[in-house]
Structure formats: structure tokens, C-alpha cells
């Protein structure tokens, strides 16, 4: 592998994307200062599709310099930009906060996500016991801004949560299909907008769901110790 012909060429292309984003900017402020919002809307999330694409680029660009810790540096970097809280609160339900998803509609915004969370998870586990809950429920409790609340809240099928699911399945659910696991879907406004996920055991779901919209982030103390009654 000729590393320096490689780090070029995917340097020169990152340079292009990042060129070509100035220019959506650029384009979707003139739009707004002309009054016509819904097209600067427009271009603005078109702007964040390629801006995500942008951002897969870069994280693969220090593995072409031929650095064999390329991997790893760049997955501490993430861990510092894009911040993944998770843990087990006391009541012994399992927590992961992350930035909210976007409408995701091809491959390259899948890796977006598997390249943000699967290291996170990663870091969290490691060393850490087996844990199986029994038959449980995957909640995805969407957070928005008030103004976000308001006027942008997505259709739930619209967000790209599958590769969420398989990822916090892989290292708590002995099965995640619909026998063993099922999925609940509710949104909530909140001071930062993020994608709350908890895993919750059947039996406790209804004690959850009563009070997912007022008291749940007061229990909020994030716990690396597992539960006893949840380790294989």
C-alpha cells in the first residue's frame, strides 16, 4: 500500500468537501437573508448530509499517514468530541446518552453512527462482567430543545435507531428479537437535545413509563458497577 499516495488523494477530496460546505453555507445565508427560510432549511440539511460524510473521511485519513495507532488515537479523539455518557443508574436500568440522530438514509451516515457509539460502548465494557438482562425493553426517549420541540420533532421512523439497538443489544441482551426485547419510542423536551436510551426489564417497564416525562433525570448518577442481579 503506498500509504502517502493515499493520505493525498483522500486529503485532496477532504479538502473539496470541506470547500464545497463553505460554499452551502455561504449559500444558505443568503437565502435566509433573503426571507426565504424553508430553502435555507433546505440547503442547511443538506449541508449537515455532506458534513457527515466529510467527518468519515477524516477519521480514516490518519490510518493512510501509515501510523499503526491510527485506530485508537482517533477513537480517543471521538471520545473527547463527541461525548457518550452511559452507566447504570440506581434503580438498576441501564442509561446511554448521545447527540441526537439524523435522518439517515444511506450507508455513509450508518457508519456516522457506528463510528460515534461502537467505541464508546467499547470503552465501557471492557473489563467489565457479562451482563444478560432477561426479557426487556429498548426505550429511545427522543430530547428536544423547546424551539426543537416546537417546530422540527421527526417522525420516529425517519431516524436511523436500528444500528442503536444492535449495538446496546450486543452487550446487554442475550436476544433482541421481539420474544425476548421490544422497543418504546417517546420524545421529551429537555435543556440540550440528545438520544436517550435506556434498557429496562419488562417487569419494571410500567414504573418507568410513569414517570418518563417529569422525575427521570433525578436519579441521573451514572454507576460503572453492574448490578449483581444483572451479571451472567
Not at 30 to 48: D, F, P, R, T
Not at 114 to 134: D, S, T
Not at 169 to 191: I, K, N, R, T
Request: hydrophobic residues 40%; aromatic residues 12%.
Amino acid at each position: 500500500m503506498n500509504c502517502k499516495s493515499d493520505f493525498e488523494g483522500a486529503a485532496k477530496s477532504l479538502t473539496s468537501r470541506y470547500a464545497e460546505l463553505s460554499r452551502k453555507a455561504e449559500e444558505a445565508l443568503s437565502l435566509s437573508k433573503k426571507g426565504q427560510h424553508e430553502e435555507a432549511n433546505a440547503v442547511m440539511l443538506e449541508l449537515i448530509r455532506k458534513s457527515e460524510k466529510a467527518t468519515i473521511l477524516s477519521r480514516k485519513l490518519p490510518a493512510h499517514t501509515g501510523n499503526p495507532n491510527a485506530a485508537a488515537e482517533v477513537d480517543a479523539v471521538l471520545g473527547e468530541a463527541c461525548p457518550i455518557k452511559m452507566g447504570f443508574i440506581q434503580r438498576g436500568w441501564f442509561f446511554l446518552r448521545m447527540p441526537p440522530l439524523a435522518r439517515c438514509k444511506d450507508a455513509a451516515d450508518k457508519e456516522y453512527i457506528r463510528g460515534m457509539l461502537y467505541p464508546a460502548l467499547l470503552r465501557f465494557w471492557i473489563g467489565k462482567p457479562v451482563v444478560r438482562f432477561p426479557e426487556s425493553v429498548i426505550v429511545l426517549r427522543h430530547v428536544y430543545t423547546l424551539e426543537e420541540y416546537e417546530n422540527r420533532k421527526r417522525d420516529y421512523d425517519n431516524v436511523e435507531t436500528k444500528f442503536v439497538i444492535d449495538a446496546v443489544a450486543m452487550y446487554l441482551l442475550e436476544d433482541d428479537s421481539p420474544d425476548h426485547c421490544e422497543v418504546f419510542h417517546c420524545s421529551a423536551m429537555g435543556q440540550e437535545s440528545s438520544l436517550d436510551v435506556y434498557v429496562v426489564s419488562q417487569d419494571y417497564f410500567s414504573y418507568w413509563y410513569d414517570g418518563y416525562k417529569t422525575d427521570l433525570d433525578s436519579d441521573m448518577v451514572l454507576r460503572d458497577e453492574i448490578p449483581w442481579r444483572w451479571r451472567d
